[in-house]
């Protein structure tokens, strides 16, 4: 499949059928035990037994569709319907069969069996019973007579909740991840840490490019009250997978917090990407974030108690709040305070489009910590500020000191450069640095995404889908296609194919086949 997300194949073996007859005998117990103790308990506690009974229901259709291994969400959707049905139907067997034998006198052992035989055969006689007993005033709460019309509507409800969890969950378990080649469900692993928020810019990120993903997650503190939270999923022989979901706290309706999940991207494929070493790389990097924030910026890492109030409004997007918060500090006599109050004010600043002020602390930030990343900061705050020349300089002082420190994989520093100069209208300057990007893919000369992921490279769609409006605000179209074809000679067969039909795609066709060097 070539869709960024996993989608379920539709298939539905035979073995559904007789596994079928297996679950709706399992429900025979259960809607038993229900009946039973809807009759015995209180109201509000018979509320709560409802949802519990539909939440079996529901494991049952679950298990059904694992054990049978249906990868249709629509059919098991359907399945579940049924299986709700009828556990609706059969509790009302028992229950009626219960209240009638316990106004009868001289029932046998065998009777209420019997009587149940009888009483699911007929469901048109279980009709006019049950319809006797709502409307005679059979039906009582601490002595009031309930009436008919809201018998009626909370019967109703109870067959609603039944239809919707088994339903559901019968869904949700067909849709997950399934290899079809090892012809087994997907192994899933929850991540350890938390990760700072995301939204839909990173959605859209990863979509076209899941090798980001790394780099967009960045460690919180284990007990970020907001976070993104990452669940993978492992194929033994095919793609993983990735969902994320952010978690934030609101106060609930009595002052008491409350989570609430949205879900950001649900099985984003991730092609030949090893999750064990995936999750070991997460943890590594959240245990160094906590000690070395100079290289991560990550303002989700400890500060000084000082600092908390600035950290939290900039965690809340209050950046305002937060510039005005750290900048009281930035003259403490602490260096460790005040390089953490000149990167919350410089992100600040960066998230306000307040690019000259975010230019000065990112420059004086690494004066205290003279990290390529600060340097790469500077550049792009300079250059969003309009001091082009002045972005030059930072980049490649940034790109001198990654050479020594080997802080950051090269290409990262231009990829982080090149879109600063794009935002700010400076096309033509961002030419030799989309030069040293295209580079890259031509020494490696494939397209492979397997050999791109293991190399951290972006994959070559995504590449030429993001330097396409950098190339075409620098050069006209003949130019532009010139400028892409130069790497078809440095390409594999597949290579050469994937650029030349995107070229078409991209520039329309064009006597142009080969580059113009």
């Keep these: 499949m070539n869709t960024a997300c996993y989608q379920a194949s539709g298939k539905v073996p035979v073995t559904l059928l007789p596994m079928s007859l297996l679950g709706l005998l399992a429900i025979l117990p259960c809607a038993w035990v229900y009946a039973w103790a809807i009759g015995k308990l209180p109201v509000p506690v018979g509320a709560l037994l409802a949802f519990g009974y539909s939440a079996v229901l529901g494991l049952i259709v679950s298990a059904l569709a694992r054990g049978a291994k249906v990868r249709n969400p629509k059919w098991m959707s359907k399945t579940g319907v049924v299986f709700a049905l009828v556990g609706w139907y059969l509790q009302w067997v028992f229950w009626l069969t219960m209240l009638v034998a316990a106004h009868a006198d001289g029932l046998s052992a065998g009777d209420p069996l019997q009587m149940a035989i009888e009483a699911a055969a007929y469901p048109a006689g279980m009709f006019v019973l049950a319809s006797g007993i709502a409307t005679s005033g059979g039906i009582l709460v601490d002595k009031w007579v309930v009436p008919a019309f809201i018998v009626a509507l909370v019967w109703l409800g109870e067959l609603a909740m039944h239809l919707m969890l088994p339903s559901f969950m019968g869904r949700m378990r067909a849709a997950a991840p399934f290899c079809e080649t090892s012809h087994t469900w997907a192994g899933k692993k929850v991540a350890g840490r938390r990760f700072a928020l995301l939204g839909s810019e990173d959605f859209e990120r990863l979509s076209a490019d899941p090798t980001l993903l790394p780099a967009l997650l960045l460690p919180l503190a284990a007990d970020a009250p907001d976070y993104a939270e990452l669940t993978l999923y492992r194929c033994q022989a095919s793609d993983s997978y990735a969902t994320l979901v952010n978690i934030t706290s609101h106060p609930g309706d009595r002052g008491r917090p409350e989570k609430r999940q949205e879900l950001l991207i649900d099985y984003l494929r991730l092609p030949g990407m090893d999750v064990d070493a995936l999750v070991q790389d997460l943890m590594q990097a959240g245990g160094s974030a906590a000690q070395s924030g100079a290289q991560s910026g990550d303002t989700g890492r400890p500060v000084a108690p000082e600092l908390a109030p600035a950290l939290a409004f900039m965690q809340g997007d209050a950046h305002e709040q937060a510039c005005t918060a750290a900048a009281a500090h930035i003259a403490s006599g602490d260096p460790a305070v005040q390089a953490d109050a000149l990167r919350i004010c410089a992100l600040a600043c960066s998230s306000l489009a307040r690019w000259h002020e975010a230019c000065g602390h990112w420059q004086a930030l690494f004066d205290h910590e003279p990290t390529a990343h600060n340097a790469l900061n500077a550049a792009t705050t300079s250059v969003m500020a309009g001091a082009l020349a002045e972005g030059v300089d930072w980049i490649e002082r940034a790109a001198a000191l990654n050479l020594r420190s080997r802080e950051l994989p090269m290409l990262q520093l231009w990829i982080g450069f090149v879109p600063a100069l794009g935002r700010a209208g400076q096309g033509r300057a961002a030419l030799p640095y989309l ?37 075409r605000a620098a050069l006209d ?21 994937e650029l030349s039909a995107w070229l078409d795609e991209a520039f329309g066709a064009s006597a142009c086949q080969q580059p113009t060097l």
């Excluded at 494939?446 to 490279?457: E, F, G, N, S």
């Excluded at 994959?459 to 409006?469: I, M, V, Y």
Aim: net charge neutral; hydrophobic share 40%.
């Design 435 to 471: 030069d040293k990007i295209r580079q890259v893919y031509a020494e490696l000369g494939t397209t492979d995404a397997t050999i791109l992921y293991a190399q951290r490279i972006p994959f070559f769609s995504a590449f030429l889908d993001n330097t396409r409006p950098l190339v």
């Design 477 to 497: 179209d003949e130019q532009g296609r010139r400028w892409y074809a130069a790497l078809l000679p440095s390409l594999d067969a597949n290579g050469r194919q």
